[in-house]
């Protein structure tokens, strides 16, 4: 059964860090593109960070470029994402989901939701001013 889940959430206030983790069974991480998307109370989940299949080419969301970064760790099938500079606005609930399929190109279109498969359970991020 595939499955992924996610962890390194908590507090911490506006200018601070955190790093997430999306812990993946083995077939999912190498094969898969994967992406980060993140809901907040009463809005709509949208995606902040993506990692193709294959070329594993990144994508950010403009909220959140140049101070999020994607990393990957083979060895533990494990992608992570570290936030910096963090916002107020940054607060959510923060899902890692896989897909089996190939972005043709870097875009919004990256994050259609109906691309992916598999989802976590989330993990919660506050960011206090």
């Known amino acids: 059964q595939a499955r992924l889940v996610e962890s390194g959430g908590g507090s911490v206030q506006a200018g601070g860090s955190l790093r997430l983790s999306c812990a993946a069974s083995?077939?999912?991480?190498?094969?898969?593109?994967m992406a980060w998307f993140r809901q907040a109370p009463g809005k709509e989940r949208e995606g902040v960070a993506f990692i193709n299949a294959g070329n594993r080419a990144t994508y950010y969301a403009d909220s959140v470029l140049g101070r999020f970064t994607l990393s990957q760790d083979n060895a533990k099938n494990t992608l992570y994402l570290q936030m910096n500079s963090l916002k107020p606005e940054d607060t959510g609930m923060y899902h890692c989901?896989?897909?089996?399929?190939?972005?043709?190109?870097?875009?919004?279109?990256?994050?259609?939701?109906?691309?992916?498969?598999?989802w976590g359970q989330g993990t919660q991020v506050t960011v206090s001013s």
């Open positions: 083995v077939y999912i991480s190498r094969s898969y593109s």
């Open positions: 989901a896989a897909g089996a399929f190939v972005a043709p190109r870097a875009g919004p279109g990256v994050f259609r939701e109906s691309q992916y498969y598999y």
